[in-house]
């Protein structure tokens, strides 16, 4: 079965940045994108990013747009997420989600059937 590895986590001060990784062990037909998550304490799972395989589509969630990037390599079956000038309301743990079908919305949790064990990323003031 398809398993995800996250990569990245950390301490980081405001203003700082880190580089979040996610390897999956193989790809199947039905996943056309790879997204990325976060929840902190209390909260609901919140929509970062997501790119598909095929054409690169990207969307982004609009409290992160401008300043977090989304890449990927297809060969790796890998995506990453720059994230740059971090907010202490940008801590949460980070999950890499997989399976989602061409036709779901890739910004909504349920639209993936696999996830990562989850990255802690923690930003001081």
């Known amino acids: 079965q398809v398993q995800l590895v996250e990569s990245g986590g950390g301490l980081v001060q405001a203003g700082g940045s880190l580089r979040l990784s996610c390897a999956a062990s193989?790809?199947?037909?039905?996943?056309?994108?790879m997204g990325w998550f976060r929840q902190a304490p209390g909260n609901e799972r919140e929509f970062v990013a997501a790119?598909?395989?095929?054409?690169?589509?990207?969307y982004y969630g609009d409290s992160v747009k401008g300043r977090f990037t989304i890449s990927r390599d297809n060969a790796k079956n890998t995506v990453h997420l720059q994230m740059n000038s971090l907010k202490p309301e940008d801590t949460a743990v980070y999950y890499c989600?997989?399976?989602?079908?061409?036709?779901?919305?890739?910004?909504?949790?349920?639209?993936?059937?696999?996830w990562g064990q989850g990255t802690q990323v923690t930003v001081s003031s």
């Open positions: 193989y790809r199947t037909l039905s996943s056309s994108a």
């Open positions: 989600a997989d399976g989602a079908s061409s036709y779901s919305d890739y910004r909504d949790a349920r639209a993936y059937s696999t």
């Open positions: 790119i598909t395989w095929s054409g690169g589509l990207i």
